[in-house]
């Protein structure tokens, strides 16, 4: 706290809040606190779940700063005996997820059948979790949920699923390297490969707000860029320096990242990432979670549409 200047009048309560099975300081379900109970002011929301609740008109607005994002490559796990080579292998598969429309499961599915041809309608899906908004899915689809008391990190590590895709793996799969292995041999090249092709790193989440304090404080969307930028430069600030990272190599990370990724993959604002944006609403649409694509400018307030 304090290192981040505030607009005048302005005090921030920060919270530390989880998600799932992560209970922080302040607990955990932060998506959910926010969608059934508008308990923050502001918060880190995911976006594919935003999407859902702005196409129903859920009574949000968000600002165009995207505190995580994540290559679905990295994120895919296949079982060791599940005859798994490549993304087609995947087909008739069983493969456990979140929920199915936690926003990297979204974004997999997505990149299977636009970038790799696989059809995501092909795969039987087992979630964890209850979906954080209602949602049917359709007669054609194939979702299930895990059975009370079971995991997908253990069901994968012991064969009862082929795959998962997970946003934050699990250790009882990724510390089981005789089971578990990632789909791609080498996820940072065809992550990299895929950013060739799209030019950008995916969104996961997005900085939310209550249409009604915005309709109070309408300087606060934009407000909300300006302090996401000063806290992203003091945090490049601190991986500049090659004693701040307990990652032995930190610094030749940073250095080769830059090298492939420029030197802000995590860029702000409207402009910069319209085209992510569009392509995952399209990926929302397909998937049956939305009637219909939306426009991206209807994901912020009208502040922020020149950014």
Not at 29 to 45: K, L, V
Not at 218 to 246: G, N, V
Not at 274 to 292: E, H, K, M, S, T
Request: glycine share 8%; with cysteine; aromatic share 10%.
């Amino acid at each position: 706290m304090g290192a981040v200047s505030l607009p005048e009048g302005v005090e921030l309560r920060v919270l530390e809040v989880g998600l799932g099975d992560a209970v922080h300081r302040d607990g955990t379900d932060r998506h959910g606190r926010m969608f059934r109970d508008r308990e923050f002011d502001i918060c880190e929301q995911s976006l594919s779940s935003y999407i859902i609740s702005k196409s129903r008109g859920g009574g949000f607005t968000a600002a165009p700063v995207f505190p995580r994002r994540l290559f679905s490559q990295n994120c895919m796990f296949v079982n060791v005996d599940a005859g798994i080579a490549e993304p087609k292998d995947l087909i008739g598969k069983k493969v456990g997820v979140v929920s199915f429309q936690t926003t990297l499961s979204v974004l997999a599915k997505g990149d299977l059948k636009f970038d790799y041809g696989v059809p995501w309608e092909g795969i039987d899906w087992f979630v964890q979790s209850d979906e954080e908004l209602s949602w049917e899915a359709g007669a054609d689809v194939s979702v299930q949920k895990v059975p009370a008391g079971k995991r997908v990190g253990d069901m994968l590590a012991e064969g009862e699923l082929d795959a998962m895709f997970h946003p934050l793996p699990p250790a009882s799969a990724v510390g089981r390297s005789d089971r578990v292995r990632r789909l791609f041999p080498d996820p940072r090249a065809e992550a990299t490969r895929y950013f060739g092709k799209h030019g950008y790193c995916p969104i996961m989440h997005l900085m939310v707000f209550p249409d009604d304090l915005v309709a109070r404080e309408p300087w606060l969307p934009r407000a909300m860029i300006d302090m996401w930028e000063q806290a992203k430069a003091k945090t490049e600030a601190f991986y500049d320096d090659p004693s701040y990272s307990l990652l032995l190599f930190g610094r030749n990370e940073l250095e080769a990242q830059r090298a492939t990724f420029g030197a802000d993959p995590w860029p702000s604002g409207l402009a910069a990432n319209r085209a992510n944006l569009a392509r995952f609403i399209d990926y929302v649409a397909d998937q049956g979670l939305i009637d219909a694509p939306i426009p991206v400018d209807s994901l912020f307030h009208d502040s922020v549409l020149d950014t």
